[in-house]
């Protein structure tokens, strides 16, 4: 069976990401349909990430580190930006067409003679399937250990059938409150869910508050239970700005001696995923070398992630153009940081769009005085956008920003723009945004 025809076929069912609802998230309808499988999850040693941010590039970077030692690594992680194929991947690059066909015609075949006997109570969702074929492709290509990225949440997401070697939670902040709660306790005891029987747990650092929840819940799972920020004495980074490189320096007893080493994943919040990464693996694997960990850590790379593309061949005269998916008030903010410090005395541009459900009242206020010209358009077809609350935002934060309900146009016009003033082009506020812009790059 061709990918294509796979996806064809699976993007006929609900998708949660193109069109959120409340009330489908549950793991009746993955336990069942696994156990049709015979439970392919359970045959591959795993690790499963969990966060309000980061989460993608956390399991980059356990793969990168675990790739080192020889070994097979498979990543199923989202979103994508250019290919499907980055949701389900071998570490950076992906698995064979064969691996791929075959594991979506077993899915495919399998789905339709059992879908009478599923349950009627709710339909099966796109990212359910999606995640099963995740597990299929995980045992058909053999891969050593698999790492799992959440998709929303924990204690209900399709990845949670998992049983891993370790169970690991990057920090918390507001994030999709309608569905994970108004709080950010009500959004840790969500993650918190993914904190299985007799599992140990890593955590980044946390407050206090959040703290509690997630010791709570590892002391009912009889977890052993780690913070980031204790095992670690020091993480310190800086930047080459001349390669576009930061350099960084992990000191933990964990480690015989610092790491070090220099990345193309650029920011604090980069060197703090790093760190989590590398104790991550250290407690599942005390004898893993300190030298492959930081020659793993060396060769990440990730799509939207503070990604700077050089002169793309669209638009061979454009100065540096920055993609990041950052949608959150605290992501953005980081990626403003790092911006800032990389570009501070160059003429800066801004591409923004976000979904409906963004704060973007407070991110609007951390552009103000930042840019010269500032785009605004929706984030794609699949995202809703409110376009009046966006625009709103930029005027209320004192911002001339133009809206293009094109957003094709609105894209174009940015790219054009900065071409030629020369300015360095900022796109940020979806991962959407960023997977477009990325298809008219090239």
Known sequence: ?????????????????????????????????????????????????????????????????????????????????????????????????????SAAQILKEKFEKIKDKLPKERAVTWFELVTVYAFLVMKKAGVDVAVYEVGLGGRLDATNIVNPLISVINTIELEHTEFLGDTVEKIAAEKAGIIKEDVPVLCAAQTENVKKVFIEKAKEKNSKIYFADELIEK???????????????????????????????????????????????????????????????????????????????RYPKLSDLVIDGAHTVKSVSLTMDTLLKFYGDKKLHLLFACAADKDVGHIAELFKNKFESVTLTKPGLTKSCN????????????????????????????????????????????FYLASEVTALLY
């Open 235 to 313: 993480t310190d980074f800086s930047y080459d700005i001349e390669k576009k490189m930061m350099n960084v320096f992990i000191k933990s007893n964990l480690f015989s001696r610092p790491l070090k080493f220099s990345t193309h994943m650029l920011g604090e919040y980069q060197a703090k995923n790093a760190a989590l990464a590398a104790v991550a693996v250290k407690l599942v694997y005390p004898d893993f070398d300190e030298g492959k960990i930081e020659e793993g850590l060396s060769k990440v790379s990730l799509p939207a992630r503070f990604e700077i593309v050089h002169n793309p061949s």
């Open 1 to 101: 069976m061709m990918l294509q025809n796979f996806l064809n076929w699976v993007d006929s069912f609900l998708n949660f990401e193109k069109l959120p609802q409340k009330n489908i998230f549950w793991l009746d309808m993955m336990q069942l349909l696994c156990n049709e499988f015979e439970n392919p999850q359970n045959d591959v040693p795993c690790f499963h990430v969990a966060g309000s941010k980061g989460k993608g590039s956390v399991c980059a970077m356990i793969a990168s580190i675990l790739s080192e030692d020889e070994k097979k690594i498979g990543v199923y992680a989202s979103p994508h930006i250019s290919d499907f194929r980055e949701r389900i991947r071998l570490n950076d690059s992906f698995f064979s067409d064969e691996v791929y066909q």
């Open 387 to 430: 376009k009046d609350k966006m625009c709103s935002a930029f005027s209320t934060a004192g911002i001339d920003a133009k809206f293009y309900e094109d957003y094709k146009a609105g894209i174009e016009a940015a790219l054009k723009n900065a071409e030629d003033k020369k300015a360095v082009l900022l796109v940020t506020g979806s």
